[in-house]
């Protein structure tokens, strides 16, 4: 089992800069991959960002590709989501999720893949 606690959202401005992360605990993940996703009001959950190891990859939706940056520290116990150049249309539950398998490229863009989920943090990007 894999526990994961997501924290570091808040209201910004637009153009404005901020870093949420997702906190992984229980089982060890040294072959994984763990993915943000994040949901508007009233519209479906959507795919933002993933990273898998030990060969690192990185994967972004089209949306905020240029814009946020995933990673994770050496212990791999966090997984950060740094996000730049904030819109008003950023404002969503982010949510991080762990699938405790290295996913290929196609795959790590797919909810059904992934195992585990956090119970998500407010983003409100808005003046």
């Known amino acids: 089992q894999v526990q994961l606690v997501e924290s570091g959202g808040e209201l910004v401005q637009p153009g404005g800069s901020l870093r949420i992360s997702c906190a992984a605990s229980g089982q060890t993940l040294s072959r994984a991959t763990m993915g943000w996703f994040r949901q508007a009001p009233g519209k479906e959950r959507e795919f933002v960002a993933a990273i898998r190891w030990p060969s690192t990859s990185t994967i972004y939706a089209d949306s905020v590709k240029g814009r946020f940056t995933v990673s994770r520290n050496n212990a791999k116990t966090t997984v950060y989501l740094q996000m730049n150049s904030l819109r008003p249309e950023d404002t969503a539950v982010y949510f991080c999720?762990?699938?405790?398998?290295?996913?290929?490229?196609?795959?790590?863009?797919?909810?059904?893949?992934?195992?585990?989920w956090g119970q998500g943090t407010q983003v409100t990007v808005s003046s």
């Open positions: 999720a762990a699938a405790s398998t290295h996913l290929i490229n196609t795959a790590m863009s797919l909810e059904r893949m992934y195992s585990y």
